[in-house]
């Protein structure tokens, strides 16, 4: 997996858009398995200002940009952002399915 980091200075504000792309087939099947992490993101829109949700890491892309008036806001978001995707795909990559199986019961 890989996380592309995009920061752009203008108008006076320091904007921060992550991609995230390259998941192993280990990671997509893990995820399928046990769900798709979810993590907390802001966006910046004209009209509503800047907003928190959450989003499936398999959904962040180009068009979540949040802007800050401080570089230093920019990057402690952007630090936040990159600690939650480590935290939540390293507890996909620990996690094993034991329970998938089949079995034969004779009666």
Do not use: C, H, W
């Not at 995230?20 to 993590?39: A, H, N, R, W, Y």
């Not at 004209?46 to 989003?55: H, I």
């Amino acid at each position: 997996m890989q996380v592309n980091i995009k920061r752009q200075l203008a108008g006076g504000q320091y904007s921060v858009t992550f991609i995230v792309s390259d998941f192993t087939s280990e990671e997509l099947d893990k995820m399928q398995k046990f769900g798709i992490p979810v993590i907390t993101m802001m966006r910046t829109n004209l009209a509503r200002g800047r907003q928190t949700f959450q989003t499936a890491i398999t959904q962040i892309n180009a068009t979540l940009v949040a802007s800050f008036p401080t570089e230093e806001e920019a990057k402690r978001y952007e630090e936040e952002v990159i600690n939650q995707i480590r935290t939540s795909m390293a507890a996909v990559r620990q996690r094993n399915d034991d329970f998938t199986s089949s079995e034969t019961v004779n009666i």
